[in-house]
């Protein structure tokens, strides 16, 4: 009986024992783990202080923020997790009801200083919280920042470019001898999983990212780097909407204008406004480029370019008004002269034919007659006069033959005025030949651009 009782007792003890020990609480104090600051599990976690520490690492992309090109920075979100060994924790889950992990506070265990070289701004978000911890003493951090990060901006082919934008993490102070970064997922998983969390791309389409390890010689200690490159290619369709087209479109407009004449000023005032409409273009891409590059962007080029073809059309333009007006400038004092010798000339002509065509009316309409005639007696009188009257008619018909040869002379001495002059067909001949040069050199132009900026091996 006794022994039945003492078994009883022993069963009942072991009972009590599971129950009191089913408790998150129970598995941190097994460990030791309080929120007292506890200097053991603030160091290193190794038994032998000559093991390696390998800390895994896993990077997911998941949004793309920002790129500022201006500012060569790069604002991406993305999701950081690495887990490591704690050789000084670790419980039987039997002895605890099956507890296989638990979660604590972050700052009760030792954590690896893992650092990112490219960030240069703290992230204002604040860290996880909690680390999780299981029963085999592995110790998982996981964390999302928003990250400011230095890019160096490849911006030559703006805007059909591709950007590579490097993402390193390493220890600050410890060396491969210590820690031992290790990447979890090679470059195609590390891709599939960011597609598949990917939320936000803003104006950047998500191409894939790649994952490489290099060890670098610090200070007479390798140190291992594990390098996440992020590559992305730039939606082209605003720029091109907004920027591109609008500058071909004046472009086309300056070729347009070759139909205007040179006669006025209307031209040379249309030809301004279009060149300044370009260079209100360059200001604005100004503020998107930064100046930092090695080599002149293409879009750059296609401004200078288009702008440089404007003002050789305005130069055209003003050489052409300037030997119009050379031309039209001694004409203008001959002209004057001229103009007033035929006024009197065509004056005196006009009075004589006036005078004619009186002295013709009152030939006619007003014969002379004697008071006191009857008409009948006048008649042998107009007979005799007949002759004589024909005579005069004549004469002033031959008059009036004269003067229109002479209005004649003076119509065709103004269109020989009008008809233009030498340095005018010179102008002419300037102005068309120019207009081929530039048409040709603007085509050329435009298919040059086009082959660079579909050029792929041209990065």
């Known amino acids: 009986m006794l022994l039945v009782g003492f078994l009883s007792l022993l069963v009942l003890a072991g009972g009590a024992t599971c129950e009191a020990n089913c408790s998150y609480q129970d598995v941190l104090n097994h460990l030791k783990l309080t929120k007292d600051i506890n200097l053991f599990h603030m160091i290193r976690p190794v038994r032998d202080p000559r093991s390696t520490t390998e800390v895994h690492l896993s990077l997911l992309l998941y949004a793309i923020l920002e790129v500022k090109e201006k500012d060569q920075k790069f604002v991406p979100y993305v999701w950081i997790t690495m887990w490591w060994k704690n050789d000084h924790i670790g419980w039987n889950p039997d002895e605890f009801c099956g507890i296989q992990s638990v979660s604590i506070p972050n700052e009760l265990l030792w954590k690896p200083d893992l650092t990112i070289e490219e960030m240069t701004e703290i992230d204002k978000a604040p860290p996880s919280p909690y680390l999780t911890i299981t029963s085999e003493g592995n110790v998982t951090l996981m964390n999302d920042q928003v990250l400011t990060s230095t890019c160096r901006m490849q911006i030559y082919k703006f805007p ?10 390493k220890s600050f102070i410890h060396s491969d001898n210590e820690i031992k970064l290790l990447q979890y997922s090679n470059s195609s998983e590390a891709t599939e999983d960011s597609r598949g969390v990917m939320r936000i791309q803003s104006e950047w389409l998500f191409i894939n990212m790649t994952v490489t390890s290099i060890t670098v010689n610090y200070y007479s200690f390798n140190q291992t780097f594990v390098i996440y490159t992020i590559n992305m290619k730039r939606r082209s369709a605003l720029y ?23 006669s006025g000023g209307e031209k040379l005032g249309f030809k301004v406004t279009v060149l300044l409409a370009v260079t209100v273009m360059q200001l604005i891409l100004n503020e998107i480029l ?9 879009i750059a080029v296609y401004c200078i370019g288009v702008f440089t073809l404007m003002m050789l059309s305005l130069l055209e333009t003003v050489l052409v008004m ?3 007006g050379k031309d039209s400038a001694p004409r203008d004092k001959e002209t004057e002269k001229d103009r007033n010798r035929e006024d009197k000339r065509g004056k005196d002509a006009v009075r004589s034919c006036d005078g004619q065509f009186n002295k013709l009316f009152h030939s006619k309409c007003s014969p002379e007659t004697s008071p006191g005639k ?11 006069d007949s002759p004589s009257r024909l005579m005069e008619e004549s004469n002033v018909s031959d008059e009036l033959r004269e003067v229109m040869k002479t209005l004649t002379l003076l119509l065709d001495s103004r269109k020989e005025e009008e008809a233009p002059g030498y340095w005018t067909g010179v102008a002419q001949k300037i102005n ?9 050199a603007a085509t050329l132009f435009l298919l040059f651009m086009f082959i660079n900026w579909t050029d792929d091996q041209n990065e």
């Open 290 to 298: 930064p100046s930092s590059s090695n080599r002149i962007p293409l």
């Open 240 to 262: 091109i909407v907004n920027f591109i087209l609008p500058i071909l479109f004046l472009l086309c407009l300056d070729l347009a204008s070759f139909l205007v004449s040179d």
């Open 432 to 440: 068309k030949a120019f207009c081929i040069v530039y048409v040709t």
């Open 374 to 384: 009857s008409p009948t007696e006048l008649l042998p009188v107009a007979k005799e």
């Open 322 to 324: 300037h030997l119009i």
């Open 160 to 169: 059909f470019d591709t950007q590579s934008c490097n993402l390193t993490i």
